[in-house]
T-cell receptor, first 108, second 113 residues
Framework: DAKTTQPPSMDCAEGRAANLPCNHS???????VYWYRQIHSQGPQYIIH???NNETNEMASLIITEDRKSSTLILPHATLRDTAVYYC?????????FGAGTRLTVKP | GAVVSQHPSWVICKSGTSVKIECRSL??????MFWYRQFPKQSLMLMAT?????????EQGVEKDKFLINHASLTLSTLTVTSAHPEDSSFYIC?????????FGQGTRLTVV
């Protein structure tokens, strides 16, 4: 069973920030939070991961709450090419199970 | 990021035949690789986890005699679908782990006719 809960779908206007939430209330102390996305008919693409602190890279920012029970992936300026299914996963090493994810649709 | 290559990208085979799918890590060594199956409009379902040089660990409900996994080297894992049937038609995806990150292949669409 997946250890995360995400809304099934979200819309975002092009150029605006997309904020995708993820609940992981049963996360263990040594589990990382990972985000991947899957564009239609392709393999998932790694976005970002973190343990406790907020993280930022060229694609996105990851905000993890202090109690680590939830996180938010932020795409600062969404484009049409960011339309995809976004998956939040919590794992230590080899437990790579996906939940249902959030289908993000970026609209012009 | 690291590159994982999956081959073929798509394959059509006749019912009863076997199909082999290759997964290669091109620029890193992967001690662990994962195989997934994905049906339309569904999430990825983990089929098995394989470690180089040892037998794969299959998820509950996945037939190990039907889905043969070989991870003979640090850069190559293969999935063979034996005696394929139309219900095995799906999108198969591999992933290779490097340290704390996992990278995915582009997927193989299998159609059994």
């Amino acid at each position: 069973d997946a250890k995360t809960t995400q809304p099934p779908s979200m819309d975002c206007a092009e150029g605006r920030a997309a904020n995708l939430p993820c609940n992981h209330s049963t996360i263990s102390g040594n589990e990382y939070v990972y985000w991947y996305r899957q564009i239609h008919s392709q393999g998932p693409q790694y976005i970002i991961h973190g343990l406790k602190n907020n993280e930022t890279n060229e694609m996105a920012s990851l905000i993890i709450t202090e109690d680590r029970k939830s996180s938010t992936l932020i795409l600062p300026h969404a484009t049409l090419r960011d339309t995809a299914v976004y998956y939040c996963i919590v794992r230590v090493k080899d437990d790579m199970r996906f939940g249902a994810g959030t289908r993000l649709t970026v609209k012009p | 990021g690291a590159v994982v290559s999956q081959h073929p990208s798509w394959v059509i085979c006749k019912s009863g035949t076997s199909v082999k799918i290759e997964c290669r890590s091109l620029d890193f060594q992967a001690t662990t690789m994962f195989w997934y199956r994905q049906f339309p409009k569904q999430s990825l379902m983990l089929m098995a986890t394989s470690n180089e040089g040892s037998k794969a660990t299959y998820e509950q409900g996945v037939e190990k005699d039907k889905f043969l996994i070989n991870h003979a080297s640090l850069t190559l894992s293969t999935l063979t679908v034996t005696s394929a049937h139309p219900e095995d038609s799906s999108f198969y995806i591999c992933s290779a782990r490097m340290d704390t990150e996992a990278f995915f292949g582009q997927g193989t669409r299998l159609t059994v006719v």
